[in-house]
């Protein structure tokens, strides 16, 4: 039957659908080394702003603190600005999945030795250690009683990894 729940059911999974097409399809360019990087000078605190600000109703929602914690004065990156909030955008989603309420997301940025920095930190109870090996594997779930509904296509931390690497 056509009713309201039911369209409303079909919807979701049309979404779900296409955002894993989605990711299969991105996660397949940048195998085949076919994915356009636009590098460019960047400052990863104007991207981690631009994230914190996305993800603030949702981290409102779930009484989590997002907080940008970079020291002043960093340098400059070369990188696509896109695909690192993107990157860094993965890495808050799944921080978000674990952190509990009253909890906090740290973006933290850091030079050393000529080297930018940029971690995701969180008060989630982190990764077990038998886990550690595979998070970056394609479809890996951690917690297997989670859903694909809940948790996502199992391909965020696989795409992050790769558009770091390229």
Do not use: C, W
């Not at 979701?12 to 955002?19: C, D, G, N």
């Not at 299969?24 to 600000?53: H, M, T």
């Amino acid at each position: 039957e056509p009713t309201p729940e039911n369209i409303a059911i079909t919807h979701q999974e049309s979404l779900l659908l296409a955002r894993l097409a989605n990711d299969l399809r991105e996660r397949a360019l940048i195998e085949a080394g076919q994915l356009q990087l636009d590098l460019e000078p960047i400052d990863l605190e104007v991207i981690a702003k631009l994230v914190e600000e996305a993800f603030r109703p949702r981290a409102r929602e779930k009484e989590v603190s997002v907080i940008l914690d970079f020291v002043p004065g960093l340098p400059e990156v070369s990188a696509d600005a896109q695909r690192m909030r993107q990157v860094i955008a993965i890495l808050v989603n799944n921080a978000l999945r674990y952190t509990p309420p009253g909890g906090e997301i740290r973006l933290v940025g850091r030079a050393r030795h000529g080297e930018m920095t940029m971690r995701v930190e969180d008060t989630g109870a982190g990764i077990p250690p038998i886990d550690l090996p595979h998070i970056f594997d394609r479809f890996y779930r951690g917690d297997k009683s989670r859903s694909r509904h809940a948790g996502g296509s199992g391909l965020g931390l696989a795409i992050a990894k790769q558009l770091v690497e390229a």
